[in-house]
């Protein structure tokens, strides 16, 4: 295994002493931190990365995203949800196929690494080859195959809840403990009731949680009231969907109730503050949710709805969007939201040992250039990266003791070659959309019980 020491680093690392180290040393071995500070004097580096000007912090954990949806960016421009739904997204994934995941989460492995991400929590279909990707890329990832479960049309492709589960068994903990697996039913206004029970009842089985989309929108409250007599959080929980730990996606809308439910879970909210805002919608309650004690963690979602991966621009919107709906510039501190970026969301994806700068963690980091115009002077280094720092910045990636990007170049993706065959596929993809795979309406009766 190799032995790589990182050099004259800033180190930040957003723990519970929010700890700031200059100008030192981080010795990585067999894929963990063996030291921090000075070097070990017996350590001998394959590999030496001269940090200098550099800021070391963990990597970023990208906690809810549809990483092939790069094949759709831009297609469906400047719609409310449900429009951007039913005239944009699944119209064109009608066209999608099998092999287009694996370029689409290519070129989205590309963006991600680039901007200093080493983890997500991918939430798509053909999943096998997300996991290619993964196993190529050399990042980490939680990955749930979607299942509509819906009364509507079909499912893309083969897709059953049979299939998804295999899924989980095969892939859970594999390329080294980089993958893992979770069910992903896609949200209680398009599955149906007998759809969610029987995903819950698998989930419990193999002992994963859920990744699903909760309450966007009021109107999808309103409508599970009328249907159920409860909130989605409240019916999704009567299910079982949070029996084990699950990601929540977006949770905006959620009452008191709501929030104690997702306590008690442990469920992992994900704000998604891009996406909010892009398509009109409200954001989520960050501040609210963590003082009731519920865990939050950040995503970029899609790039058909963000347009980037950049969890350095979600991190920036999700602070500014917090101050500026609670009036208070005093929430969500820089160190906090990073955190957010980092330990939360690799808590949310079950890596626990990442997520942090310490001896023993596993050596998930990036180092993000600060020799630039807009990074001086460095008053406050956590204010610098959060709301001055471009994912340009970030300069190295490493992941378990892996360098994914050196001096700004991929080591493990030909991302030209990726570029070419998405913007060709992308085209096509577009043109070729005849029919629709699901309709969303939440004023619909679903069936199923
Ligand atoms: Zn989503």
């Known amino acids: 295994m190799r032995k790589l020491l990182v050099q004259h680093a800033d180190i930040l690392t957003p723990d519970a002493e929010e700890r700031i180290l200059r100008d030192a040393n981080i010795a990585i071995d067999g894929g963990k931190i063996v030291a921090i500070g000075e070097t070990p004097h017996e350590f001998a580096a394959d590999e030496i990365i001269d940090a200098k000007n550099h800021v070391a912090l963990p990597g970023f954990f990208n ?8 094949l759709l960016r831009g297609s469906a421009e400047d719609l409310p949800l449900d429009r951007w739904f039913n005239e944009g997204i699944w119209r064109t994934e009608s066209a999608v196929r099998e092999d287009d995941v694996y370029w689409g989460t ?3 492995a590309c963006e991600m690494i680039r901007s200093g991400t080493v983890g997500m929590a991918d939430h798509y279909f053909w999943m096998h080859q997300s996991a290619r990707v993964v196993q190529e890329a050399g990042m980490k990832a939680l990955l749930g195959w979607c299942v509509f479960g819906s009364d509507f049309a079909a499912e893309m492709g083969p897709t059953t809840l049979a299939l998804t589960s295999d899924f989980v068994a095969e892939f859970q ?14 949200s209680p206004y398009i599955s149906t009731t007998r759809a969610l029970a029987d995903a819950a009842d698998v989930a419990r089985k193999l002992s994963v949680g859920c990744h699903i989309h909760v309450s966007e929108s009021q109107g999808q409250v309103d409508n599970s009231f009328k249907q159920f007599g409860k909130s989605p959080v409240a019916y999704l929980n009567d299910l079982g969907i949070f029996d084990n730990p699950s990601i929540a996606a977006h949770a905006i809308y959620v009452n008191d109730e709501d929030i104690e439910i997702l306590r008690e879970k442990k469920v992992s909210v994900v704000a998604c503050p891009k996406t909010h805002f892009k398509l009109a919608m409200r954001t989520t309650r960050i501040v609210d949710l963590m003082r009731a004690g519920v865990h939050v963690a950040l995503g970029t979602d899609g790039a058909a709805s963000n347009n980037t991966l950049d969890m350095l621009e979600v991190a920036r919107l999700a602070a500014l969007a917090q101050k500026h709906d609670t009036g208070d510039a005093t929430v969500l501190s820089s160190m906090q939201t990073l955190k957010l970026a980092t330990r939360h969301g690799a808590r949310a994806m079950g890596f626990a040992n990442s997520g942090v700068l310490q001896v023993g963690a596993d050596a998930d980091l990036i180092l993000i250039d600060m020799d630039k115009p807009h990074l001086a002077p460095r008053h406050n280094l956590a204010a610098n990266i959060v709301h001055s720092a471009q994912g340009s910045d970030v300069n190295y990636v490493i ?18 070659k990726i570029m070419r065959h998405v913007e060709k596929r992308g085209l096509e993809i577009v043109r070729g959309a005849l029919t629709q795979t ?8 679903r069936q199923g019980a």
């Open 438 to 445: 699901q309709r969303y309406s939440v004023q619909e009766t």
């Open 173 to 186: 903990n594999s390329a080294g403990g980089r993958i893992k697996t979770i069910l992903a039913p896609h």
């Open 399 to 416: 992941v378990d003791g892996q360098v994914l990007l050196r001096k700004g170049e991929l080591t493990t993706l030909d991302q030209e």
């Open 63 to 70: 906690a809810h995203t549809h990483a092939a949806m790069t």
């Open 106 to 108: 290519a070129l989205a």
